[in-house]
């Protein structure tokens, strides 16, 4: 039985702007309320940034205003970006986990970091391979994933290929290639997930299940890597990381008879990516469609869900974990009120000022263990939840957002 892979706590940052340079993962790193810190997404060369018409900006969902960051409004706010990938290389971010992960003064291994990485699927695999003999070198208590995004909407002529069966079967076989050849055997040092687009119909569920399986046959493009004697036959996939933004999204404003876009994008028509509450109710669709699907198949099962996409406070923390997600990915809010928005995620008081435990788990999903245990830097651990229990909502929580 594959293990399944989890966070404690199950809360994190998502691939985003927010976590470009090392300054920014090692606030999360030490950030106390984060099961895990995920990078920016990245690629072998680096993207080549333009912020002329590489940005980002926050509004108000209701009124379509910017919002700056620090506003009152920036609470509970909706977000837009023509963003790529990061501009810097691969290596930055391996030498950052390296970094990061054997820091004494933090605690060596004390969470998960997640590198998450892009491009063509030789350069995904050998991007594995990279994080594989980074992995191999450091501490066992050191845990290393790599995430493959497959999903920006933002760069031209290029759609996700998450979106194709055909496509992501090709990523997914190039992984499998590289994997089952690495010694000692890779999906337990290095394990692999997947950043998923936001899908809108039922028949797309179906074909991302079928792509997550390789091809019988494998494609061996690397001159230097040996074909294995027994290849995988299942999945390498142990995550998977719903939901990135929503493409062919605009925001524009009014006045005088003149309208004005919020910000510009590669191509310069105004259409990017939207994130932030806005996407928050098709984000529990997509995560709960997920989890059926996934636990429909014994061979699926295992595979963890982060759920991301508009959670900006507990309430919709506990929405996301009450669909099925295992652990909860936030952007746009840690964007727009600082690493501190993590403790705040994980706190809920109700009307008269009375502090309520947070469910980190739920009896929807139950596979999952109902006892959280949070490692202190000395290697003791500390139990957070002290019994198991239904959970049906705080005092005062409703389904509007």
Known sequence: MVPKLRFQPPILNSASLWATTVEELRALYECDFTGAVTTRTCTLGGFNHNENVRQQAFFAPDTTEEVVKGDPGAANCSSLNSLGYSPYKLDYYLNAAKSLLQDRTLGVGRKPFIISVTGSAVEVALSYRKIF???????????????????????????????????????????NTMLSSLEPPSENLVRVGLKLPPYTYETQFDDLIKGLFPDAALNLPFADVKAPAKPRSNTPIAFLTAINTLGSSMVVSVENDESFRLIPSADLTGICGLGGVSIHPLALGNVNTLRRKLNARPELKHITIIGVGGVYDSCGYARMISVGADAVGVATVLGARGVD?????????????????????????????????????????????????????????????
């Open 133 to 175: 003999r980074l992995a191999k070198n450091l501490p066992k208590k050191c845990v290393v994933l790599m995430e493959v995004n497959l999903s920006c909407p933002n760069i031209p002529q290029k759609p996700p290929p998450a979106y194709s069966t055909q496509h992501l079967r090709e990523y997914i076989t190039n992984i």
């Open 341 to 401: 928005v993590f403790e705040n995620l994980l706190t809920h008081y109700d009307d008269d000022g009375e502090l309520y435990e947070i469910p980190l788990i739920s009896e929807k999903c139950p596979e999952i263990d109902t006892t959280l245990r949070w490692r202190r830097d000395d290697g003791s651990s500390q139990e957070l939840i002290k019994k198991t229990f239904k959970f049906t909502g705080f005092p005062g929580m409703t389904d509007e957002l």
